[in-house]
């Protein structure tokens, strides 16, 4: 795996960013309590340190969702729910690595939506709207980047690449 010579987003902008959603989602949601639903497997580096920082009462459930073989898309997404507690009634919120497409992030939230939450939104960590298929805003958003696949932070490239603390771009020469 080739990596850019610099990271796109350096470890210490990420923490500096994951403070500020954390600072913002608890001042959003206070007086409530949220369930994070983090989509596996990429969310769940993004997810724990935004978990550490949030002040409002918190549970942390899991989704996982598979559309990709190596960089492309490849047809229809596999879902495996694995929320243990019901989310009906409750403030969720679904906390997603990155939105390309957003195909996936749109199919979570249809098949959430059919279980009946009281409030449902979406954080990404990265956003990629020059890519996007299906008209779909996330309610936070870390960083905006251009058109380039990345990895680290919990983002693979063939499940390679997650344990980096930072986010480089891969480089296809
Ligand atoms: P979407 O359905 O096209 O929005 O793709 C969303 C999923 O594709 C993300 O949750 C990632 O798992 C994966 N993905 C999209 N772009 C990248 C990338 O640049 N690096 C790593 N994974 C990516
Ligand atoms: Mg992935």
Redesign the pocket.
């Known amino acids: 795996m080739k990596l850019s010579r610099e990271p796109l987003v350096t470890s210490a902008r990420i923490q500096g960013r994951v403070a500020e959603l954390a600072a913002e989602v608890s001042r959003d949601y206070a007086g409530r309590e949220v369930i994070l639903v983090v989509?596996l497997?990429?969310?769940f580096i993004f997810a724990a340190d935004l978990v550490r920082r949030i002040t409002v009462p918190v549970s942390v459930d899991f989704i996982r969702?598979r559309?990709?073989r190596g960089?492309e898309?490849a047809g229809p997404?596999e879902f495996q729910w694995v929320c243990e507690d019901g989310i009906a009634g409750k403030h969720v919120l679904v906390l997603?690595?990155?939105?390309?497409?957003?195909?996936?992030?749109?199919?979570i939230l249809d098949y959430l939506k059919r279980h009946k939450p009281a409030t449902l939104a979406l954080c990404t960590l990265?956003d990629?709207p020059a890519?996007?298929?299906v008209a779909?805003v996330a309610d936070y958003v870390g960083f905006t980047i251009d058109n380039?696949?990345?990895?680290g932070y919990g983002?693979?490239?063939d499940q390679q690449g997650r344990e980096l603390p930072d986010v480089w771009i891969?480089d296809m020469a």
């Open positions: 989509v497997k990429g969310g969702a559309s990709y960089q898309s997404i997603e690595d990155i939105l390309d497409t957003g195909r996936t992030a749109a199919a990265l990629k890519r996007r298929e779909i380039h696949f990345v990895v983002l693979d490239y891969l």
